[in-house]
């Protein structure tokens, strides 16, 4: 199944009852292994759970650290970026050069790497204690 195909399928599971916008995100880590996520809204709209959210928590969960690519799916006319907070997220466990490819359900793709979708990212190196 490739990435696309799983952040597909978990869309499907999304709830979304206040905007009605599902969105899926696949990743994978650095073992090769795929985590997913879909986006939980609740009814403090717009609080909630992003799909990428979701995926990096699942692949925590699991003692992984490491994205090395990463998907995320929408039903819209363009691809769909992740939010501002996401995109840190992203880049909390995922280096610089690794794509992020943003899919609507048609087959349109925008692939960026996350250097250009988080420039100037707050980053470990901004905690120096000095």
Same mark, same amino acid.
């Given at each position: 199944?490739?990435?696309?195909?799983?952040? /597909?399928?978990?869309?499907?599971?999304?709830?979304?009852?206040?905007? *009605?916008?599902?969105?899926?995100?696949?990743?994978?880590?650095?073992? *090769?292994?795929?985590?997913? *996520? /879909?986006?939980?809204?609740?009814?403090?709209?717009?609080? $909630?759970?992003?799909?990428?959210?979701?995926?990096?928590?699942?692949?925590?969960?699991? *003692?992984?650290?490491?994205?090395?690519?990463?998907?995320?799916?929408?039903?819209?006319?363009?691809?769909?970026?992740? /939010?501002?907070? /996401?995109?840190?997220?992203?880049?909390?466990?995922? $280096?610089?050069?690794?794509?992020?490819?943003?899919?609507?359900?048609?087959?349109?793709?925008?692939?960026?790497?996350?250097?250009?979708?988080?420039?100037?990212?707050? $980053?470990? $190196?901004?905690?120096?204690?000095?």
């Amino acid at each position: 199944m490739t990435l696309f195909e799983a952040a /597909c399928n978990v869309r499907e599971n999304a709830y979304a009852p206040y905007s *009605g916008f599902k969105v899926g995100a696949a990743l994978r880590a650095a073992s *090769g292994h795929v985590y997913t *996520g /879909c986006n939980v809204e609740n009814v403090a709209y717009p609080e $909630g759970t992003c799909a990428e959210a979701g995926a990096i928590a699942a692949m925590v969960a699991a *003692g992984e650290r490491e994205i090395t690519e990463l998907v995320v799916v929408a039903d819209s006319p363009t691809p769909v970026p992740p /939010c501002g907070g /996401c995109r840190q997220k992203i880049a909390e466990f995922a $280096g610089p050069e690794v794509q992020v490819t943003m899919m609507a359900l048609d087959g349109a793709t925008q692939v960026l790497r996350v250097a250009d979708l988080l420039p100037g990212a707050f $980053g470990p $190196g901004h905690m120096d204690s000095r």
